[in-house]
């Protein structure tokens, strides 16, 4: 039994760190094309990262301790912490070095979901008009490459609802006793 453990285990890890890989390669084209798409529309470097300890000391130095919109306030380390699929990104959006939203994104079956977007929780963002445009851009780019075929994202509000469905194009389907706003990709 001893000797079967290795060579079982051996297959399985390749296969997830080749996942791994492939995933961070999505993630990273993804960033690239969203900042590029949005660069023009701000002033600063754009940037967007996966969560590292980095990210995690700008969340803690520029977030923590500030009053939070009551439909977010989300505790990105414990997020972090749970969702650690390889297809599983926690992005930091960055201008320059100020951290202006946090993001989450997965890749259940063929569509790709934008799970929690929040936004910098202290005035003067340079992003407030445009990271969640940033946001569902970046996710989009990252199902595309990965084959996925919707774009969905819960809606923490009806405000917010509304707004995806008149700027963004979404409508809404219903999942498991749950409403998603969900738009085909290209």
């Known amino acids: 039994m001893r000797h ?38 701000v002033q600063g470097d754009l940037t967007l990262r996966l969560w590292s300890r980095s ?14 919109h009551p439909d977010g306030g989300w505790d990105w380390p414990a997020v972090a912490q ?43 963002c340079p992003l407030k008009r445009v990271r969640a445009a940033i946001a569902l851009e970046y996710a989009a780019y990252y199902g595309q490459s990965q084959g996925r075929v919707e ?10 609802s509304e707004l995806y469905k008149e700027l963004f194009g979404f409508s809404t389907v219903t999942e498991g006793g749950e409403a998603w706003l969900y738009r085909r990709l290209k």
């Open 151 to 160: 774009l969905r994202c819960r809606p923490v509000n009806d405000r917010v």
């Open 4 to 41: 079967c453990l290795p060579f079982a285990l051996g297959p399985m890890s390749r296969h997830l760190e080749r996942a791994k890989a492939r995933y961070v390669g999505a993630h990273h084209e993804a960033a690239r094309l969203a900042a590029t798409e949005y660069a023009k529309e």
């Open 55 to 68: 990210v995690e000391l700008a969340y803690k130095e520029q977030w923590e301790g500030s009053e939070r």
């Open 82 to 124: 749970i969702y650690r699929e390889p297809h599983d990104k926690i992005v930091g959006l960055f201008c320059d070095d100020m951290l202006c939203a946090m993001i989450h994104v997965n890749m259940p079956g063929n569509v790709v979901r934008l799970q929690l977007l929040e936004g910098r929780p202290i005035a003067g």
